[in-house]
């Protein structure tokens, strides 16, 4: 059986404010992550995500609690363990008159590589993240998407066997968003990398975590995989219908499977734990006024999202 890409038990943190108040950040968290796997970290602003990739990372410690960072203590261990993995945010900052290639080169000399070695290594990670038409322009003259793909592609200078990737796409249009979210699910596939990311984008999370767990003021209050975690809260599908005429709203509430129901004039949102036959007895209900149209939404991240974070 291979060890953990992480094995925190009890993990909690806490800092004093200039005025010595103690402010709790992260409360007797416990997390077992897998080395195939992509782990989601959600929760609220401030609700200390970056502080645990940080502790994960070896670059703060905590105040109580064990941590193991694939396979080895990440005390007793944490040159090798930092060694060992990379971390890419989504506030890319580099040296701003350094161009893509020095940038890397100077990344890879702080790695220990000299020689062929950085060349072969740099000329590798340029190639492999599209950078190579970019590779003399200065990083103050990079758009914010390829910012972000250069971040990406030092993070991969080490050839890491673990990365954290810190609100990975935050600031980017649809369009590149959605590529460096491929990039990301080709990394971890093509290179068997596991990854733990911190996102505030549902889309994101849904399209490339295999597990989240769901933080709320320091404490983790949902761990799953995002289809369970909308089974276990109860969010199903939503029904949406405009109409004419008189609908009888308590009916519907009485049906089998509904949850909840939003009703206004002229139309109404049915909450089901769908199964074909709760939705062919809820159509039944309409048969008395007109259809004007009728929609069906699934559940998605956001709606967990909203849910815990209430």
């Not at 993990?11 to 103690?22: A, E, F, M, W």
């Not at 930092?82 to 989504?90: L, M, P, Y």
């Not at 509430?253 to 949850?259: A, C």
């Not at 209900?285 to 149209?293: G, H, Q, S, T």
């Amino acid at each position: 059986m291979s060890e953990k890409a992480v094995d925190a038990q009890g993990i909690c943190k806490s800092y004093k404010s200039i005025h010595g108040k103690q402010s709790i950040v992260l409360k007797n968290i416990s997390l077992k992550i897998d080395q195939s796997e992509i782990f989601g970290l959600l929760g609220p602003n401030g609700s200390g995500k970056t502080t645990l990739i940080s502790i994960f990372s070896t670059l703060i410690w905590p105040d109580r609690g064990s941590l193991r960072i694939l396979g080895m203590d990440a005390k007793s261990n944490k040159e090798t363990i930092r060694s060992q993995i990379n971390i890419s945010t989504g506030k890319s900052n580099f040296p701003w008159s350094l161009t893509v290639q020095e940038n890397l080169k100077h990344y890879a000399m702080l790695y220990g590589m000299h020689g062929q070695q950085l060349a072969g290594t740099v000329d590798e990670v340029i190639n492999a993240f599209e950078l190579e038409e970019y590779r003399e322009m200065k990083f103050e003259d990079l758009s914010t998407g390829l910012k972000q793909r250069l971040s990406l592609a030092k993070a991969m200078l080490n050839r890491p066997k673990l990365i954290f990737l810190d609100e990975p796409t935050a600031g980017l249009d649809p369009e590149i968003a959605l590529k460096t979210r491929k990039l990301i699910r080709g990394i971890h596939k093509e290179q068997e990398i596991p990854v733990i990311l911190s996102t505030h984008n549902m889309l994101e999370a849904e399209m490339l975590c295999d597990r989240l767990a769901f933080i709320r003021k320091g404490k983790i209050v949902a761990l799953d995989t995002p289809d369970a975690l909308k089974h276990q809260l109860k969010l199903g599908e939503k029904v949406i219908v405009h109409y004419v005429g008189k609908l009888e709203i308590k009916e519907l509430e009485k049906l089998p499977g509904v949850l909840n129901i939003i009703a206004s004039p002229g139309k109404v949102e049915i909450v089901v734990d769908r199964t074909n036959e709760n939705l062919d007895s809820i159509i039944k209900k309409f048969a008395e006024v007109r259809i004007l149209d009728i929609k069906i939404k699934e559940p998605d991240l956001e709606d967990v999202f909203i849910e815990l974070a209430r």
